[in-house]
């Protein structure tokens, strides 16, 4: 039963456009979202996050937006580079655990 | 500076051979993690530790144990390796609550 999906196993953009990653769960009591990218060979590295009280987290060239109503996030990145070519993993942290709940992830590719 | 260190990061082993893999910290954090991630598939919790308390995931299988002889080590112990256990293997840790986690870089477990 998986609780957190990423149904777009892989996206291709063009550098300098913007990339949507989307992301949706079914559990209500998520209480707080991350988004992780990783490198082959490497471990996930954290990207950002949004509670769920919050509707838009921004950092930089990332924003996330959460729709709890639709129990749907997304990761926007724009301007898309070529080193932001890698996996994005969705993930969701219950309401009092340290577990976190990953999807499948999408692999993004940006080509020149 | 590395903060997550996982070794070795490739392990070949015999089908039913014990095998140890280890992971080390200088964050500090209170909560270490075991994941395992097969090709294409979300990383799976294995377990993790809240400092010395030990929390198995109902779905680990029983020849998958971990050792937590202090903060900043922790170590994954494979009794009896099936060919269904080749997989990455990352480690994580946190400063537990929602505060995201740190991964190692992983180890990739082969069974010959």
């Known amino acids: 039963d998986q609780q957190v999906k990423q149904n777009s196993p892989s996206l291709s953009v063009q550098e300098g456009r913007i990339s949507i990653l989307n992301c949706d769960y079914t559990?209500?009591?998520?209480?707080?979202f991350l988004w992780y990218k990783k490198y082959p060979a490497e471990g996930p590295t954290f990207l950002i996050s949004i509670s769920s009280i919050k509707d838009k987290n921004e950092d930089g060239r990332f924003t996330v937006f959460l729709n709890k109503s639709a129990k749907h996030l997304s990761l926007h990145i724009v301007p898309s580079q070529p080193g932001d070519s890698a996996v994005y993993f969705c993930a969701a942290i219950g309401y009092n655990t340290d577990k976190l709940i990953f999807g499948t992830g999408t692999r993004l590719q940006v080509f020149p | 500076d590395a903060m997550v260190i996982q070794n070795p990061r490739y392990q070949v082993t015999q089908f039913g051979k014990p095998v140890t893999l280890s992971c080390s910290q200088t964050l500090n954090h209170n909560v270490m993690y075991w994941y395992q991630q097969k090709s294409s598939q979300a990383p799976k919790l294995l377990f993790h530790y809240y400092d010395k308390d030990f929390n198995n995931e109902a779905d680990t299988p029983d020849n998958f144990q971990s050792r937590r002889p202090n903060t900043s080590f922790c170590f994954l112990d494979i009794r009896s390796p099936g060919l269904g256990d080749a997989a990455m293997y990352l480690c994580a840790t946190s400063g537990g609550g929602n505060q995201p986690q740190h991964f190692g870089d992983g180890t990739r477990l082969s069974i010959l």
């Open positions: 559990n209500s009591m998520f209480d707080y």
